[in-house]
């Protein structure tokens, strides 16, 4: 992964996303995504590739988006990027030095 990000990169809108659960009155909990920031990033397509099972093809696109450093970003979060939803599979602290974080995501069906 390369340290060195050119600012003019972070020309995407994206906004991430944490994922809360809710008790309701009746002690069901439910879960549902809130906003956690509005960033700027770069966005980019990492891989794509077809799948198919059980007489059903898929498509699978993975993502790698590169924001400044935010405390506390996990796994357990997403991004919303255009009218898509990228599950972050990995976050990458880059060369540790709390400058820039490189997020693998996989694009899902919303």
Known sequence: MVARVKIGALRHRVTLQQKVQNASGTGARTETWTDLADIRAEVKPHAARELSAADNRYQETTHQVTIRYRPGVTRK?????????????????????????HLLCQEIDP
């Open 77 to 101: 979060m997403r991004v919303l990027f255009g009218g898509r939803v990228l599950e972050i599979e990995t976050v990458i602290n880059a060369m540790e030095r709390n400058r820039w974080l």
